[in-house]
C-alpha cells in the first residue's frame, strides 16, 4: 500500500460529478444505460431505485449520490459516505430469462466489472473476496450489495476514493487515494465510466447467450476465479446461528455458491448463509497472509448444502 496520502487537490475543489457528461459518455456506448442521475444526498441508492423497480422502473437505470446517509451492506449493517469522498452508486436491471438460481451471479459479476475499472483507470490491482468485496492487498476498498425486488436486481456499490487513513472506516480499508495518489481529481468520473462500461459488457454477455445467465458459457465464472483472492485460500465461514466451517476454499458453483472442502467433504455456501468469510489462520482479525484476502429484501442466491 502507498504511504503517500497528498489528495490530489484541496478537497474543496475535488470536481463533482457532471450528470451531463457521464449521460454523454453512456449515450456513446447504447446498450444496458438508459439514465444517470446524480444526486447530492440520499439515504440508500438501493432503496431508491428499488422504490423505482416497484413503481414498474424499467432497467437501465443509475443513481448516484455524492453522499449517503444510511447505506446498506450485507446483513443489515449500515454505513455513511461523506460528500464528495467516495462513489456510492447503484443500477436497476431486469435479466429477463435468467433463472432464480443463477441471480447470485450478477454480485460476482459486479465485482469482476469494478476490478477491471479500478485497474484500467487507477492501476489498482484489485482483488475478489467472496462474495461481495473489492480488495487492494489485504485491504477493502469497494463493497456490493445486490437485492430483488419486483422482477428486477438493485446493484449498489461502494468504492472509497479519496478518504485519507483517518477517514477510512476501520484498519482494514483503504481507499483509491492511498493505493494510487497520482489517480488525478478526475477519477471519481472515470471510474464511474469505466465501471459503467464493464459492467454492461459483461451483463450483456451474461444476458444474450443460449443459456442466459450461464456463468460459462459467457466465461464469467473463469474470470471470476482468476480475480479472485478466496478461492484457494484457507478460510472460516461463519453462519448467523453461531456455527463455523473451516476449509479451503474450492471453488465457485455453477450458482455463484462457495466451495470449501473441509475435513468432511465439500460444503457450499450462498452469501445469504454467510455472517463473516476470514482467513483460516492465527493473525488477527483483519489480516491475512499475503497472498490471500481476508473479508430486507429477497435473497438472490440458495441456502447452503453439502456437495
Keep these: 500500500m502507498n504511504a503517500t496520502e497528498s489528495p490530489p487537490g484541496d478537497e474543496r475543489h475535488w470536481p463533482a460529478l457532471d450528470a451531463a457528461r457521464l449521460n454523454g459518455a453512456v449515450a456513446s456506448r447504447p446498450g444496458v444505460w438508459r439514465e444517470v442521475k ?7 441508492t438501493n432503496a431508491d431505485l428499488l422504490a423505482e423497480a416497484r413503481s414498474g422502473a424499467p432497467g437501465g437505470l443509475v443513481l448516484v449520490a455524492e453522499a449517503q446517509t444510511a447505506g446498506r451492506g450485507r446483513m443489515g449493517r449500515t454505513w455513511v459516505s461523506p460528500p464528495g469522498c467516495a462513489l456510492t452508486f447503484s443500477v436497476l436491471l431486469r435479466p429477463t430469462g435468467v433463472p432464480a438460481t443463477l441471480l447470485g451471479w450478477l454480485p460476482l459479476l459486479a465485482g ?13 490491482d484489485a482483488r475478489l473476496k467472496w462474495p461481495n468485496d473489492v480488495l487492494a492487498g489485504d485491504a477493502k476498498l469497494a463493497g ?4 430483488r425486488r419486483a422482477g428486477a436486481v438493485v446493484i449498489g456499490i461502494g468504492i472509497n476514493v479519496f478518504q485519507r487513513r483517518g477517514e477510512l472506516p476501520g484498519p482494514t480499508a483503504t481507499s483509491v487515494l492511498r493505493e494510487a495518489p497520482g489517480a488525478g481529481p478526475e477519477i471519481r468520473e472515470r471510474l464511474l465510466t469505466g465501471v459503467l462500461r464493464e459492467l454492461a459488457h459483461r451483463y450483456r454477455a451474461w444476458l444474450d447467450q443460449p443459456q442466459p445467465g450461464d456463468p460459462d458459457g459467457c466465461g464469467l465464472r473463469q474470470e471470476y476465479l482468476r480475480h479472485s483472492g478466496t478461492v484457494g485460500a484457507a478460510v472460516m465461514v461463519t ?26 467433504g465439500l460444503v457450499r455456501v450462498s452469501a445469504g448463509d454467510v455472517v463473516h468469510l476470514r482467513s483460516a489462520d492465527t493473525r488477527p482479525a483483519g489480516q491475512a497472509p499475503p497472498g490471500r484476502a481476508p473479508a430486507g429484501e429477497q435473497g438472490i442466491s440458495p441456502r447452503s448444502v453439502p456437495a
Aim: proline share 2%.
Design 38 to 44: 446524480v444526486v447530492a444526498e440520499t439515504g440508500s
Design 239 to 264: 453462519l448467523p446461528a453461531g456455527q463455523s466451517l473451516t476449509g479451503t476454499a474450492a471453488g465457485v458453483d455453477a450458482a455463484g455458491r462457495l466451495e470449501i472442502r473441509t475435513g468432511t
Design 112 to 124: 469482476v466489472a469494478v476490478a477491471s475499472a479500478l485497474r484500467d483507470t487507477a492501476g489498482v
Design 144 to 147: 456490493i450489495l445486490a437485492e
